[in-house]
């Protein structure tokens, strides 16, 4: 979600200058003051390659696939109270982060492919690639928020009860959105709507300080024109905003997860668990960490290629111009906007809570109401609950019987907490662990 400084005008733009013969008219009008000539050059017509389709269709498919997932997030912990955690409301950031981006800014990145020109006016030339650049921040800032919160949950479970609210989640989601509107503002500044006659009439939106063209297709030279002046500050402000939103988080997330992982697995397996409501609350605080670790990868697998080539194409000023690097930097381009489709899906792969909320929400879509196998037939529920003055007691389970009760994983009960304050449930399932046969010849 990061708005590519080289987006637009790093690529061979499918046309050739050929070094034929004293033509220049198409090309003197669109340099910039001050800049030499390019080399005498004939124009060809512009020609739309293959991705000026397959670009599209793979956007749109990410479009579809993302806005329905995280629409599905977004109104599941909107709809129901159990979903209201301080890890789902970070989850639920992250969330409108993703469908912002896939409705305010894939859209037009497209139409850009499929016709390599820009119609949207200046206005939207400055909010698309600032909105960019403000989605790709916010994410960035959003799963360092994340694992961090996963942290002190983990760690410092005592500790965080204090400050580990929705309230906090609400005010720190807040200030990731006002730091990412921040942050982002230079892109705002230096992007704009410019003019050019290569290849015939076009519009391009860019910040205009990094624009190439392809003299001589055959010995694959480019020319940079320096439309600004000073090219250092342009390289700073896309690298700190890559160390700031892409670096910094990813190594909040390294430190954070490794240390968590070694308190739940490693020192777990040396402090045996004494009771079931532990040993449950061990198994959702892992399978809740599982899922953020892999959010966290999947984000670095998505955007790690796309930042590399960017900061190549930045940095280096005989970065290979071919069409072999084209294809490469438009495949990195949409791995990561994939990302944004992805999450929703590994929230429904890995969190059984939410997947459960997705199939109570639209049970003709996700098939919730199945009829149960023949072999559960033989479950027995029975509410063993007694009211008395004092509130509920829970009553011993007769002999040979399993209890599960316990906060449902990712309810409105902190699960981080369970085994410190303890936790109730409206019913116990009572499941007889004696064989069926044995049980029929009891009757």
Not at 98 to 106: A, E, Q, R, W
Not at 160 to 183: C, I
């Amino acid at each position: 979600m990061m708005a590519d400084p080289n987006l637009t005008i790093s690529l061979p733009d499918n046309a050739t200058w050929e070094l034929d013969s004293f033509v220049t008219s198409n090309v003197t009008q669109s340099t910039p003051p001050g800049i030499p000539e390019p080399a005498e050059a004939v124009v060809k017509p512009l020609q739309l390659g293959v991705e000026a389709w397959v670009v599209p269709l793979v956007f749109s498919i990410i479009t579809l696939v993302g806005v329905t997932g995280n629409g599905l997030v977004i109104y599941v912990i909107a709809r129901y109270g159990q979903m209201k955690t301080v890890t789902n409301y970070y989850l639920l950031n992250l969330a409108v982060v993703d469908l912002s981006f896939l409705l305010c800014c894939v859209p037009f990145t497209a139409i850009i492919f499929a016709t390599n020109d820009w119609m949207f006016g200046s206005f939207m030339c400055k909010f698309v690639f600032y909105f960019m650049q403000v989605t790709f921040t916010a994410t960035g800032l959003t799963l360092a928020a994340l694992s961090l919160d996963r942290y002190y949950a983990i760690i410092h479970p005592i500790g965080s009860m204090y400050y580990r609210t929705p309230r906090t989640a609400f005010l720190v989601n807040a200030v990731v959105w006002a730091a990412a509107f921040v942050l982002a503002s230079p892109v705002a500044v230096a992007y704009q709507q410019w003019e050019g006659n290569f290849q015939g009439p076009r519009t391009y939106c860019t910040d205009v300080r990094n624009i190439r063209i392809c003299l001589s297709e055959l010995h694959g030279y480019f020319r940079l024109l320096q439309h600004w002046s000073n090219q250092n500050w342009r390289k700073a402000y896309w690298v700190i905003m890559v160390v700031l939103c892409f670096v910094i988080p990813l190594a909040v997330c390294t430190f954070t997860s490794a240390h968590v992982f070694h308190r739940l697995w490693k020192k777990s397996a040396s402090q045996p668990l004494v009771t079931s409501n532990q040993h449950r609350a061990l198994m959702r605080k892992r399978k809740v960490c599982r899922m953020v670790v892999a959010v966290v990868v999947i984000f670095t697998i998505c955007w790690a290629p796309n930042h590399i080539i960017n900061l190549w194409v930045l940095l280096d000023d005989d970065f290979p111009e071919t069409w072999v690097m084209f294809g490469v930097k438009v495949a990195a381009l949409c791995l990561s906007y994939a990302n944004s489709s992805i999450n929703p899906i590994i929230y429904a792969f890995m969190g059984e809570n939410f997947r459960k909320r997705f199939k109570k929400a639209f049970p003709k879509v996700f098939h919730a109401n199945r009829v149960m196998p023949l072999a559960l037939s033989a479950r027995q529920v029975m509410p063993v609950l007694q009211g008395g003055a004092n509130g509920d007691r829970l009553l011993n389970p007769p002999e040979g019987c399993a209890v599960i009760g316990g906060a449902e994983p990712g309810s409105s009960k902190d699960d981080d907490h369970a085994d410190i304050k303890g936790t109730r449930s409206d019913r116990v399932e009572v499941i007889s662990t004696e064989p069926l046969n044995r049980q029929a010849g009891a009757m």
